[in-house]
């Protein structure tokens, strides 16, 4: 197995192209390019190893995670895979930012903690933008062609010769799925387990009892299982245990 990282978008979301070398079989996680230039860099190196891109799987729904499907499925026709309660969100990602919008009507803006925020849907263009109209700063949200695929808890999605099983994590969303081979001794986190800490959980679909839940599963896994989260570095199940608050009792 191979794993090549790339980190794309506003907000530095790890992309992990996984291949299998014997059968030149690859997938996708979370592919958040947003601009030709960083699809090309993905493409490139899909054919520079000369594999076939048979999945793109979002560990979740959230825009970062999923703003690049649409433009790599148009480019390798990919299926595109997702659990089951997040598969809603990638079709029309404003639904959910319209709740959140409705939930926390005061939330300030990211950039300048103004209050003067906005959310404009651009359905026609399959984008919607939150905005602040104090300091300017605007983060798109891009629709993504429907789920091929949905997934659940123990499912298999296999590779070539690499297998992982689907463990559903909630929390952070309440469709969150970690990846994990335990041939290969790896786990893809999304952003339910980070180095030292968990994703955040202030969303309405999130919960931080369920994300603390989730992550003590994880740490039952073997204690060398690599593991690749959805933002920063590397990290291992013994190092989480030793340092992450979260696993601490
Ligand atoms: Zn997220
Ligand atoms: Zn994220
Ligand atoms: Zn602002």
């Known amino acids: 197995m191979l794993i090549k990282r790339f980190v794309f978008g506003p907000v530095a979301t ?7 070398e014997r059968t030149g079989q690859a997938l996708v996680i ?3 390019m947003r601009t030709e230039r960083d699809l090309a ?3 490139n190196e ?3 190893l000369k ?4 999945y793109i799987v979002n560990t979740h729904h959230h825009s970062d995670h999923v703003s690049g499907n649409g433009m790599l499925k148009k480019a390798t026709n990919a299926e595109i895979l997702i ?10 990602p404003w639904q959910w930012w319209s709740k959140m919008v409705q939930a926390d009507q005061r939330r300030p803006c990211p950039a300048c903690g103004g209050a003067s925020t906005y959310f404009d849907i651009q359905k026609d263009q399959g984008k919607a933008i939150l905005g602040c109209r104090t300091c300017g700063f605007k983060f798109e949200i891009f629709a993504s062609p429907p789920a091929d ?11 070539g010769q690499i297998e992982f099983v689907v463990i559903h994590t909630p929390g952070h969303s309440a469709g969150g799925i970690c990846l994990y081979s335990s041939r290969e001794g790896v786990l893809f986190s999304g952003d339910t387990l980070f180095k030292g800490t968990v994703g955040r959980t202030d969303m309405f679909d999130a919960s931080t009892e369920e994300i603390v839940r989730s992550v003590r599963e994880l740490a039952k896994l073997p204690e060398e299982t690599l593991v690749y989260p959805g933002h920063g570095e590397t990290t291992t199940i013994r190092e989480e245990k030793i340092n992450n608050p979260y696993l601490q009792n």
């Open 83 to 92: 659990h089951e309660h997040d598969g809603w969100v990638l079709p029309e």
């Open 14 to 20: 790890n992309c992990y192209l996984v291949s299998c």
């Open 149 to 159: 695929r949905l997934l659940h808890h123990g499912d298999m999605v296999v590779v």
């Open 41 to 43: 860099r993905l493409l």
């Open 51 to 54: 594999v076939v891109l048979r």
């Open 46 to 48: 899909i054919a520079r």
């Open 30 to 32: 979370d592919p958040d």
